[in-house]
């Protein structure tokens, strides 16, 4: 095998579903489509939530965050992911992918503790309703979402650098959709034991602690919900807790089998769909979960359209 050090590499090719050229066309118009309803989907709860005051409280404060970062996951990976599937291959600079693997890092991170926050300000509203503005105050919020923020921006500062400091290995193909961090450190022609082993325990870290204080929530949550009188009530809290628990499981499962698993754990393309689920499939979903059934939120977009159409009639 042709060997070339880091210095010698300038740019990366991405394979994608390059084994599949017929499939690329029809997940071409698929992907633009999942894309833009994203897109719209996460600006739309974004400035909802900005511009309606009455919005402004830790739950919904918590969802635009949660949105900002699903529009920076999506705009991290879509645009190149659109280029690789009108090819049979697209290349990507080294920056480029540094960048990528950066971005993607920093928000998997901040998403796993925003979404644990979420579930600890749920169960704070409905196990201790009178304690609540105590419990989840505006010092209290804005230290949760800055941790959140802070530590996805560490793990990225410490990983990303540390990946591109190897030494890689030709060919310079990176089987895989985007620059994430096992493919490309398939191409390393180095020892990266103490890599894989901090890699091992920061995901522990990353994944367990919020999971369990999720989990934690979600038990204490629903022995509060049976002991609700009304079963309306009860009907409304379970379907809640359900979408909310199907979107963790969906960004938690598939993002620790990616990120846990043996080097031959799966085929290449296993790992592309289990990263297509919470790289796509999260980001798309969340503003239905989270928002767009939420009343509140109907209530303040109606709000906002007729002041809209108010202004077009003056």
């Not at 291959?89 to 990528?100: D, P, R, V």
């Not at 971005?103 to 309703?129: K, N, Q, S």
């Not at 990263?275 to 969340?286: D, E, F, G, Q, V």
Request: glycine letters at 4%; aromatic letters at 12%; proline letters at 5%.
């Amino acid at each position: 095998m042709k060997r070339q050090n880091q210095s010698s590499v300038v740019e990366f090719i991405l394979l994608g579903f390059s084994n599949f050229p017929k499939l690329q066309e029809q997940l071409f118009g698929i992907f633009l489509v999942v894309h833009l309803v994203t897109l719209m989907g996460n600006a739309m709860i974004i400035v909802i939530i900005s511009l309606e005051q009455s919005l402004h409280v830790p739950m919904y404060l918590f969802i635009l965050n949660l949105s900002l970062v699903d529009v920076s996951f999506n705009a991290v990976v879509m645009p190149k992911m659109l280029m690789l599937l009108s090819n049979e291959k697209s290349t990507i600079t080294l920056s480029g992918c540094f960048a990528q693997m950066y971005f993607l890092l920093l928000c998997g991170v901040t998403e796993c503790f925003l979404l644990g926050t979420m579930a600890y300000d749920r169960f704070a509203a409905i196990c201790h309703p009178l304690s609540y503005p105590v419990i989840m105050n505006k010092s209290v919020f804005m230290k949760l979402v800055m941790f959140s923020w802070g530590l996805g921006i560490i793990m990225a500062t410490l990983q990303t650098p540390w990946v591109f400091s190897f030494p890689f290995c030709g060919p310079r193909e990176i089987n895989h959709l985007f620059c994430e961090t096992p493919p490309v450190l398939e191409l390393v022609c180095a020892d990266t034991f103490w890599f894989e082993i901090y890699a091992f325990t920061g995901t522990i870290f990353i994944v367990v602690v919020p999971f369990s204080l999720i989990l934690l929530s979600y038990i204490r949550i629903l022995f509060a919900i049976l002991k609700m009188p009304s079963t309306t009530g009860r009907q409304k809290a379970f379907s809640t807790c359900a979408s909310h628990l199907t979107s963790v499981t969906l960004f938690y499962g598939t993002g620790t089998m990616t990120y846990l698993q043996p080097k031959s754990g799966y085929s290449p393309e296993t790992k592309k769909l289990m990263s297509l689920a919470y790289a796509l499939l999260t980001p798309l979903l969340n503003p239905l979960i989270y928002s767009l059934r939420n009343s509140e939120i109907k209530r303040a977009l109606m709000k906002l359209w007729r002041r809209k159409v108010d202004l077009h009639t003056l």
